[in-house]
């Protein structure tokens, strides 16, 4: 059975290319266009891994939609690969490894997202 990858983004071009790129490489893909729309699907679709982007209705509704999820016993251990522009657009950069207090994800992936990373990223991350 495939796994399952849910991506979290308003952006539906973007979402439509993430889901052929991962489709190809054998993950089944859902999408939500909000972060209140994807803590429903994280319920009812219970992924494997979540694709969740920063800036969507607000400029940080991805790290509190994070949050969200860290703090539900259910899903809490679902990993999370935060997609951002925030780097192209303010030059800060997130380190997991420095930041993980700060904001509790597994990966970052930098818009615009390069197709071989994505796939290498949700592979490096996802729980076999």
Do not use: C, W
Request: proline share 5%; glycine share 6%.
């Amino acid at each position: 059975m495939a796994k399952k990858v849910l991506i979290i983004d308003d952006d539906f071009d973007l979402v439509e290319a993430m889901r052929i790129t991962l489709e190809a490489a054998g993950y089944d893909v859902v999408d939500a266009q909000d972060g209140e729309k994807g803590l429903e699907k994280i319920k009812t679709e219970s992924p494997d891994l979540i694709i969740l982007d920063v800036m969507m209705s607000s400029m940080d509704e991805g790290f509190h939609v994070a949050y969200k999820i860290r703090d539900d016993a259910s899903i809490k251990d679902t990993p999370i690969v935060m997609l951002t522009a925030v780097g192209n657009q303010t030059g800060f950069q997130f380190d997991p490894g420095k930041d993980a207090d700060f904001l509790p994800v597994d990966a970052f992936l930098e818009k615009p997202v390069n197709p071989k990373k994505l796939v290498d990223v949700v592979h490096q991350n996802i729980k076999v």
